[in-house]
């Protein structure tokens, strides 16, 4: 469980965002519920910088998977894990991920590697090496986090948290929409999927999905994503006590 930076906390690149802020705004929520589109845009109005913590689980999920283990086994995880450097470089449009100093921000997004990730994150030796990691990345301030416990373990003392949801049928046909003509799945087997994860990220014993108590949920099943990122800025700049 290396940090490969060799740099002390939060010198990674977070710290205060381009306009020297120190804020944390904390997004979490299901998959599909827009999370990575509305912390982008939020980032980029509010100066801040926007990390997505999934891509560091996914980052791992792809070692294992290439290492061939069982993924449901904490201890052959937790060994690789202790031989693993993930390193998230933050961006106002795009994270970079580097595993144990490769470039691996496009072979995440795989079918294969989103189940594995969503596998792996239910071990607490796992999320409480990741959970680090996110701290450390955000100690500094200036960022938009975005996972599925930022506002409840990460960050609880996150000035803004946002809970954002929408109804799984919505979720599965964004993910579908995303996947682009020709894809070769079915809404169906997308929506089956987006399920399944929801069941696991919801239901496992460490740091369950859920909103934090002082989080404003954002439910965006009747909105466009559009709108669900007018609203969220709504939320922040209320929040933050600032004009829109
Ligand atoms: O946000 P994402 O789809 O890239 O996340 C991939 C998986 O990683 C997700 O199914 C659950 C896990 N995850 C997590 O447990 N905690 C986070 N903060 C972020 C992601």
């Not at 909105?223 to 800025?233: F, I, P």
Request: glycine share 10%.
């Amino acid at each position: 469980m290396r940090d490969e930076s060799g740099e002390p906390p939060g010198s990674s690149g977070a710290g205060p965002g381009p306009r020297g802020r120190h804020v944390i705004i904390a997004i979490d929520g299901p998959a599909g519920a827009g999370k990575s589109t509305i912390a982008r845009h939020l980032a980029r109005q509010f100066g801040l910088l926007n990390l997505e913590t999934g891509a560091m689980y996914r980052a791992f999920a792809l070692k294992a998977l290439r290492a061939g283990l069982p993924l449901d086994q904490s201890r052959g995880l937790e060994a690789l894990a202790a031989t693993t450097a993930i390193r998230l470089e933050p961006g106002v449009e795009e994270n970079r991920v580097l595993l144990d100093g490769e470039d691996v921000t496009r072979l995440i997004r795989s079918q294969m590697v989103t189940d594995a990730a969503s596998r792996v994150s239910v071990f607490p030796a796992i999320r409480a090496w990741m959970v680090s990691l996110q701290q450390q990345l955000g100690a500094q301030g200036g960022v938009v986090m975005e996972g599925r416990d930022i506002g409840t373990v990460v960050f609880p003392q996150a000035e803004v948290k946002i809970f954002l949801d929408a109804a799984p049928e919505v979720r599965g046909m964004r993910r579908f929409d995303q996947l682009g003509p020709g894809a070769p799945i079915q809404p169906e087997a997308v929506l089956r999927e987006l399920r399944a994860r929801d069941e696991r990220d919801r239901n496992r014993a460490d740091s369950p999905l859920r909103p934090a108590p002082d989080a404003v949920l954002l439910d965006s099943t009747h909105m466009t994503l559009e709108e669900a990122v007018e609203a969220a800025g709504h939320i922040v700049a209320a929040r933050l006590g600032e004009p829109t």
